[in-house]
C-alpha cells in the first residue's frame, strides 16, 4: 500500500513546505499575486481575448512582447536578490547576523544568477529579435511561426519552475553554474539542484530551438535583394548568435542531463568518487557558459550599430569590418572557455594558450567601439534616451573590458580569480554591454511594437540613474575583491570592508531608482500615448525597412514584401523619394493561423520537469507521450494558414498612412 | 541646446563627487593584493600595473574621442561638418586594428613568460621550501607539516624568506585556498591534489580564504597565515612536538563531519600517511585509476614540457 502511495506522490513530503520567515512570506506572495492576476483576468472576462490574441499567437512581434514582459518581471526578482545580497553584506560583519541565514543567502545568490542569465537576458534578446529581426529582414514572420511559440512557452515554463521553487522545495544553493561535487547527491540531496537543472533544461531547449529559428529565417526570409552583405548590421549580429545558440546550447542540455543522471539515476558523472570527474563538468559547462556571454552581448552590439548610425543621422562607420569583427568573436568565443578556471591547475602552457585567446578577443571588439565612435564623428548627433544609453554603455563596458584583460593574464587571474574583482568585472560587460544596450534597443523600436514612443526625458533620467547607481554599485567592489573579499560571501570578519559594502549598497538602491524610473516611463508613457503617437512610421529618421511600415507594425509586418538594395534601404528612398508603394504590386497573403501547440508543449514540459524534481515517474510518462502526440498533430494539420487579400492590404495601408 | 548642458554640467557634478567618494572610501585601507607581502604577490602586483598601463593606451584615447565627438557634432552645433555618406576609411581601420594588435601583441608576450615563471606548481628558489600539506573540509582548513610531524586546523605559521610548497586536497566539495597577500590560488578538491608554491617576504599574520563556494559554512572557512621569523618558526615547531593532542585517522574522522569550526588548533602528527590515506578515501573504488592518474598531472597536460 505505502509502496503504491510511493509511487504517486514520488518524494512530495511536507518537509519540503518553506518554514523561514522571508521565504514563507515568498512562498504565500507568489500565489497570491498569481491569484489575484487570474481573479483580474476572470472579472474582466478577458480569457478568450487572452487565449486567442496572445497565448496562442504566433506573431513573433507578440511573441516578443510576451518574452519581454516575463523578462521585466523577472527582472524584478532578479534585482530583488541583488538588494537582498547587499544588504546582507552591508550589515553581517564580525559576528553580527545579517537578515539571512548561510542557506537562504546561498539560495538568494544562486537564484540571482541563474534568473538574470537564462530569464532576464535571455528574455530580453529573444524578446527584441522577435521584435525586429523579421521587420528589419523585410519578412513577414519567422521562419517557423509555431516552433518560435513552442520556444516561448519552454522559456516561460522553466521560468515557471524557478519560481515554483520559492513556493516549495527551495532552490539550488551550487552557484549560478551549479558545480559539482558540491550539486551532487553526496552534498545536496534536496530538490534544490533538481529545480535548478530541469528549470534551465527546459528553457534551454527553447533557446536553442530559437536559435535554429533566427538563423533559417535569415537565411531564408531575407528581402529580395537584400544579401548578406546588405544586411542590416542589427541581423548579422543575430545570424553570429544564432551559430553560437546552435552549437553551444546542445552542450549545455548534455551537461544538465548528464548531471540530472547522476542526481535521479545514481550515475556517477561528475561525482568525485567511482570513477566521476567533476572537472569534466567545469569544462563542459564553460564551453557552452562562454559563448553564452557572446550570445547574450553580440545582439547588443548589433543594438548599438543601429542606434548610432540612426541618432547620429550617418551611415555606420566600418561596416565590413564591424561584420568580420563580429564574426572573428564567434570563432574566438569557442577556444577560450578554460579561463574561467585557471586556478584548477592545468599546465603554463595550457593557461597561456587560453590567456592570449581570451585578449585576442579584445582586438575585434576595441575596433567595434572605435568604429561606433567614429560613426558619430561628423554625424549629426540627436542625445535621446538610446544614445544615453550608447553613452553609458561605452564607458561601462570600457572598464568591464580592462578588468577582463586583466583577469585574461593568468598570472594575474590566480590573484584576483572568484574575488568581488571577478563579481565586478562581469556585471561591468553583462549590465554595460547587454542590459543598456537592450533597453537602447526596446526605447528605439518601442514605437514600432506599440504605435507611441516611450517618453524621452524618463528614459535619460533612468540610464543616469543605471549608470551612476552602476559605479556606486561596482566600483567598491573592484576595491574589495583586491582587499581579499571573495564573492558569494554571506558574513565577513574584516570591518574596514564594511563601508564600501554598504556603499555598494547604496548603488544598489540607485539602480533600483533607474528600473522605478523605467517603469514610470513605461506607465506614464501608455498614459500619454496620444501624444507620443507616433503618426508617421518612422520617427527617429531611420534608415532600416522597419521604418518603411506604419507603427504600430500590421500582423503581416509588411503589405507588400519590399526589394532591398542598399544597406540602409530606406533611409536611400528617402534621399530619392521613393517611399510610395503602387497598387500594383500588391498581392494576397498567406499567415499563419494561431496555434495552441506552443502553450501546451510549455504547459507539458513544465510538468515534465515538476514530476522529475519529486519523482513523479507515471505523470513524466505522461507528459512525454502527450508532447509527442501534440507535436505530432500539429505537424498533421494542413489547414494552419489564412489569406489576407490584396485589395483588402492596400485599403488598410491607405488608411495607416 | 538646454538639454545638451543640463547634461555636461550632471556629468561633471556626478563624476566629481564619485571621485571625492571613492578617494574617501580608500583612506587607510589595507589592499592586500596591491600591498603585498609575498614573492608571487609582488611579481602579480608589477604584471596588474604594466597591464593597466597598456590598456590605458586605449582607454584615454576611448573615452576622449567618446566626449570630444560626443559635444562637437551634437545636433545643435552648426559649425560642425556633417558627411552622412561618410562610412570607410582604410587607413583608420587599419589603424585600430594594428594599435590593439600590437599592445595585445606585447601583453601575449607577457602573458606566455608570467605563465610559466608564476606557475604555481614552479618550485620557488631560496632554498629547501617547507612542505605543508592542505586539506579544504567541510567547513575548515586542516593543515599538515610531514616534516615537523605536526598539524594545525584554522592556521599555518611558516617562515619568512623561506619558500613553501603546498599540496592541497579535499574531504568536501571543490575549495579553492587563497592568501591575497601572499599571491596565487589554487582549487583543492576530492581525490586529487593540486599544489602551490608561495614566498612570504614580510612577517605578519595574513587571512587565507577559499574562493569557491562549498556549502553552508563557506563564509567562516577561512584561515591565518602566521609568517614568523626562522628562529620564532623553529621555537614554535618545538613548543608544539611538546602539545598532548594527537592528529591521526581516528581523530580526523571526528573532525572530517559537515560543520563549521573557526578555532585553531594544533595537533602532534602520529600518522604519517594520513594526506595520502585521505586523498585514497575520495578516489575511485575502480582499479583503474592509479595515484598517477588522480594527481593533476601536469606533465601530461604540457606536451612540450
Known amino acids: 500500500m505505502s509502496q503504491l502511495v510511493d509511487f504517486f506522490i514520488g518524494r512530495l513530503s511536507p518537509e519540503y513546505i518553506p518554514t523561514e520567515p522571508i521565504t514563507l512570506a515568498a512562498a504565500i506572495g507568489l500565489p497570491i499575486i498569481a491569484l489575484v492576476v487570474v481573479g483580474f483576468i476572470t472579472y474582466t472576462k478577458r480569457w478568450k481575448w487572452l487565449w486567442q490574441n496572445w497565448l496562442t499567437s504566433v506573431d513573433a512581434k507578440k511573441i516578443g512582447t510576451m518574452y519581454m514582459i516575463v523578462a521585466v518581471l523577472m527582472m524584478l526578482r532578479g534585482v530583488s536578490d541583488a538588494l537582498m545580497m547587499r544588504l546582507q553584506t552591508a550589515v553581517a560583519v564580525n559576528g553580527a547576523s545579517g537578515p539571512f541565514t548561510s542557506d537562504t543567502f546561498q539560495q538568494v545568490f544562486t537564484a540571482h544568477g541563474t534568473i538574470m542569465i537564462f530569464f532576464v537576458a535571455m528574455g530580453l534578446l529573444f524578446g527584441l529579435v522577435n521584435w525586429i529581426l523579421p521587420l528589419i529582414l523585410g519578412a513577414r514572420d519567422m521562419a517557423f511561426p509555431v516552433m518560435n511559440s513552442i520556444s516561448l512557452w519552454l522559456f516561460v515554463a522553466g521560468m515557471m519552475l524557478i519560481n515554483m521553487s520559492l513556493v516549495y522545495g527551495g532552490f539550488s544553493n551550487g552557484g549560478w553554474l551549479g558545480y559539482p561535487p558540491l550539486t551532487e547527491l553526496e552534498y545536496n540531496p534536496g530538490p534544490g539542484v533538481d529545480y535548478w537543472i530541469w528549470s534551465l533544461q527546459i528553457a534551454g531547449i527553447g533557446s536553442l530551438l530559437s536559435g535554429i529559428n533566427f538563423f533559417t529565417t535569415i537565411i531564408k526570409q ?39 543522471l547522476d542526481r535521479t539515476l545514481g550515475m556517477h558523472f561528475f561525482t568525485s568518487d567511482t570513477g566521476g570527474n567533476p572537472m569534466l563538468y567545469i569544462n563542459l559547462i564553460w564551453a557552452w557558459g562562454h559563448p553564452e556571454v557572446y550570445i547574450l552581448v553580440l545582439p547588443a552590439f548589433g543594438v548599438f550599430s543601429e542606434v548610432v548610425a540612426t541618432y547620429s543621422k550617418k551611415m555606420l562607420f566600418g561596416y565590413r569590418t564591424m561584420v568580420w569583427a563580429l564574426v572573428a568573436i564567434m570563432f574566438l568565443s569557442f577556444i577560450v572557455w578554460q579561463h574561467h578556471f585557471f586556478t584548477m591547475g592545468a599546465g603554463a602552457n595550457v593557461n597561456a594558450f587560453f590567456g592570449i585567446m581570451t585578449m585576442v578577443i579584445a582586438i575585434p571588439t576595441g575596433v567595434k567601439i572605435f568604429n561606433w565612435l567614429f560613426t558619430m564623428y561628423r554625424g549629426r548627433i540627436t542625445f535621446s534616451a538610446p544614445m544615453m544609453w550608447f553613452m553609458a554603455f561605452v564607458v561601462t563596458f570600457t572598464i568591464g573590458g580592462v578588468s577582463g584583460v586583466l583577469m585574461a593574464v593568468p598570472a594575474l587571474d590566480f590573484q584576483v580569480h572568484n574575488s568581488m574583482f571577478l563579481v565586478a568585472h562581469f556585471h561591468n560587460v553583462i549590465i554595460g554591454g547587454v542590459i543598456f544596450g537592450f533597453f537602447a534597443g526596446i526605447t528605439h523600436w518601442f514605437p514600432k511594437i506599440f504605435g507611441y ?19 556606486v554599485a561596482f566600483i567598491p567592489l573592484y576595491i574589495l575583491g583586491l582587499m581579499g573579499a571573495v564573492r558569494r560571501l554571506d558574513s565577513y570578519s574584516d570591518p574596514t570592508w564594511q563601508p564600501l559594502f554598504i556603499t555598494s549598497a547604496v548603488g544598489v538602491l540607485i539602480i533600483c531608482t533607474g528600473i522605478a524610473v523605467l517603469l514610470l516611463q513605461l506607465g506614464y508613457s501608455f498614459l500619454k500615448r496620444k501624444e507620443l503617437k507616433d503618426t508617421t512610421g518612422d520617427p527617429w529618421d531611420g534608415r532600416t525597412l522597419e521604418w518603411s511600415v506604419p507603427s504600430p507594425a500590421p500582423h503581416y509586418n509588411f503589405a507588400v514584401i519590399p526589394t532591398a538594395n542598399h544597406r540602409d534601404e530606406w533611409w536611400y528612398r528617402k534621399q ?13 497573403v498567406w499567415l499563419p ?24 515517474w507515471w505523470l513524466l510518462a505522461i507528459c512525454f507521450i502527450s508532447v509527442i502526440i501534440t507535436v505530432i498533430r500539429r505537424t498533421l494539420n494542413d489547414d494552419s494558414e489564412f489569406q489576407v ?9 491607405g488608411k495607416g498612412r | 541646446m538646454r538639454r545638451g548642458r543640463f547634461i555636461g554640467i550632471l556629468v561633471t557634478v556626478v563624476a566629481v563627487f564619485l571621485v571625492v567618494l571613492f578617494a574617501w572610501l580608500l583612506q587607510g585601507k589595507q589592499i592586500d593584493v596591491l600591498n603585498p607581502s609575498g614573492e608571487i604577490a609582488n611579481a602579480q602586483r608589477s604584471i596588474l600595473l604594466f597591464t593597466l598601463f597598456l590598456s590605458s593606451l586605449v582607454v584615454v584615447p576611448v573615452f576622449t574621442l567618446l566626449i570630444y565627438f560626443a559635444v562637437h557634432y551634437r545636433a545643435d552645433n552648426k559649425h560642425a561638418r556633417y558627411q552622412p555618406e561618410w562610412g570607410e576609411n582604410k587607413v583608420l581601420e587599419a589603424m585600430w586594428w594594428g594599435i590593439p594588435i600590437a599592445i595585445i601583441s606585447v601583453l601575449g608576450v607577457i602573458t606566455l613568460q608570467s605563465s610559466h615563471s608564476l606557475d604555481p606548481y614552479k618550485q620557488l628558489s631560496g632554498g629547501k621550501p617547507l612542505e605543508i600539506q592542505v586539506v579544504a573540509l567541510r567547513w575548515k582548513w586542516l593543515f599538515i607539516y610531514p616534516e615537523q610531524k605536526l598539524a594545525t586546523l584554522n592556521y ?17 566539495p571543490m575549495s579553492a585556498f587563497w592568501i591575497p597577500a601572499l599571491g596565487s590560488q589554487i582549487y583543492a578538491m576530492n581525490g586529487m591534489e593540486s599544489q602551490l608554491n608561495l614566498k612570504a617576504n614580510e612577517i605578519g599574520n595574513f587571512t587565507g580564504y577559499t574562493t569557491n563556494i562549498n556549502g553552508q559554512g563557506y563564509a567562516s572557512m577561512k584561515f591565518t597565515a602566521k609568517i614568523t621569523t626562522k628562529k620564532q618558526f623553529i621555537k614554535w615547531v618545538d613548543e608544539m612536538r611538546m602539545i598532548k593532542a594527537e592528529m591521526n585517522q581516528a581523530e580526523y574522522s571526528k573532525l572530517a563531519i559537515a560543520k563549521s569550526e573557526t578555532s585553531q588548533r594544533t595537533y602532534r602528527l602520529t600518522d604519517a600517511d594520513l594526506f595520502q590515506s585521505i586523498m585514497h ?13 588522480s594527481k593533476m598531472d601536469h606533465s601530461t597536460m604540457e606536451m612540450s614540457e
Request: proline share 4%; no cysteine.
Open chain 1, 222 to 260: 531575407r528581402a529580395p535583394g537584400m544579401t548578406l552583405w546588405k544586411m542590416p548590421i542589427f541581423s548579422w549580429s543575430v545570424l553570429v548568435t544564432s551559430v553560437l545558440i546552435m552549437l553551444a546550447f546542445p552542450i549545455l542540455t548534455v551537461t544538465l542531463a548528464l548531471l540530472g
Open chain 1, 453 to 471: 514612443k516611450l517618453h524621452d526625458t524618463l528614459g535619460i533620467w533612468s540610464a543616469v540613474l543605471w549608470q551612476v547607481g552602476f559605479i
Open chain 1, 576 to 588: 530619392h523619394k521613393l517611399t510610395k508603394t503602387p497598387k500594383s504590386t500588391f498581392k494576397d
Open chain 1, 593 to 616: 493561423r494561431s496555434s495552441g501547440t506552443g502553450i501546451i508543449v510549455g504547459v507539458l514540459a513544465g510538468l515534465a520537469g515538476f514530476s522529475i524534481i519529486w519523482h513523479l
Open chain 1, 645 to 653: 487579400s490584396a485589395t483588402e492590404l492596400f485599403h488598410e495601408v
Open chain 2, 156 to 172: 599555518i605559521s611558516a617562515p619568512v624568506n623561506q619558500p613553501i610548497h603546498f599540496s592541497l586536497t579535499a574531504d568536501a
Open chain 2, 281 to 293: 578515501q575520495n578516489m575511485s573504488h575502480s582499479s583503474s585509476d592509479s595515484d598517477e592518474h
